[in-house]
């Protein structure tokens, strides 16, 4: 049975704010707070019959991974994961069912390149595969969200990040074991999406989704639309590029965009490898390639449709004021989405007191 933290009484709130505390450590409790918080966590895994995710909710931007390292630093020992799973089954407790993936061949593909370019994919017990994303932006939240929600429960949690003392947000899905194509070997991946033009296409446009970019800019007097991916594996765009050429297109690079060593401009974090950028600059193929890809994330549909609506050697000055406009409402909102989780984290995350 899942506890909510309006369910505890004083003494356990009291714990639960303890172990939300920026620095806490099992450490340098004393043992009779020790005991306390022992008997606590022991209540809720073993009384409440709580997993080790719901525990971990509770406490607050916290995985199953801690709370299981919590607990073996406490000397509580966990069910094992198949007697969990069943005892939930008996009950019937499991609050979010798992359907297993009946997308298309295309929704296959978009799903590998928004793999390849941006989430994370694992198998964290046998029978299902996690997928990870973080991210700054609502639109790839929302996305995230529209391509899992399906099949499983999206998990939502606000992150500090110390090397940029900066906010984002962390989403994740446990899925059914037939998401396992996500974990399947890149070149194994790239053979299989090459096989049809609509699975190439889907692919692509999951690339971009994830690390790539449709840009508008001043070209003289003039308006210049492009297609961009980046990434720091050159083997990756080497793909991509055979795969534009194949559709008849002529791509240029992928070529050094930014070295390793150097830093990025806002936070000044050392760059760890070096960063390729691929790109296809003729206006008329760009505009072709975007209309063809079925892009799914918003920010980049929005400026689809605004590169769509552009005629070749339409003045600037006419262009100007929509990408300005556009690229302040896309500010905001990613302005938004950050403020909320610096908020919610410093909510699940007091600072001690003086």
Request: hydrophobic share 35%; glycine share 8%; proline share 3%.
């Amino acid at each position: 049975m899942h506890v909510r933290q309006e369910d505890l009484d004083d003494a356990q709130r009291s714990l639960l704010a303890l172990v939300r505390t920026r620095g806490f450590s099992v450490k340098y409790m004393d043992e009779g707070k020790k005991g306390e918080l022992r008997r606590f966590l022991l209540f809720l895994h073993v009384d409440r019959g709580m997993s080790l995710n719901d525990v971990a909710t509770l406490l607050g931007n916290k995985t199953s991974g801690y709370t299981s390292w919590l607990y073996r630093q406490l000397g509580i020992r966990c069910r094992p994961f198949e007697e969990a799973r069943l005892k939930g089954i008996r009950e019937k407790r499991r609050k979010y069912e798992r359907k297993p993936f009946n997308g298309t061949d295309e929704d296959r593909a978009y799903l590998l390149g928004l793999r390849h370019g941006d989430l994370s994919a694992s198998t964290p017990w046998r029978g299902v595969v996690k997928v990870s994303t973080s991210t700054t932006h609502p639109a790839m939240a929302n996305l995230f969200r529209s391509l899992f929600e399906p099949y499983g429960h999206v998990y939502q949690a606000p992150r500090y990040k110390k090397d940029t003392k900066s906010y984002e947000w962390n989403l994740y899905a446990i899925v059914d074991s037939s998401f396992d194509f996500l974990l399947d070997d890149r070149i194994e991946a790239w053979k299989w999406v090459a096989q049809k033009e609509s699975t190439l296409l889907a692919y692509l446009a999951g690339i971009l989704d994830a690390e790539g970019s449709v840009g508008i800019h001043s070209n003289g007097t003039g308006t210049s639309i492009r297609v961009m991916y980046y990434n720091t594996s050159r083997e990756l765009l080497t793909f991509i590029k055979g795969a534009l050429e194949k559709l008849g297109y002529g791509p240029t690079g992928p070529y050094l965009d930014k070295r390793k060593g150097t830093s990025t401009s806002k936070y000044r974090i050392e760059r760890k490898k070096d960063y390729y950028k691929l790109a296809l600059q003729k206006f008329g193929d760009a505009v072709e390639l975007i209309k063809r890809l079925p892009i799914k994330h918003d920010e980049k549909v929005r400026r689809m449709r605004l590169a769509t609506s552009i005629s070749l050697g339409q003045a600037w000055d006419t262009v100007e004021p929509q990408i300005k406009t556009l690229r302040t409402k896309i500010r905001e909102e990613r302005d938004a989405f950050v403020q909320q989780a610096e908020i919610d984290y410093l909510r699940r995350h007091p600072a001690p007191a003086a």
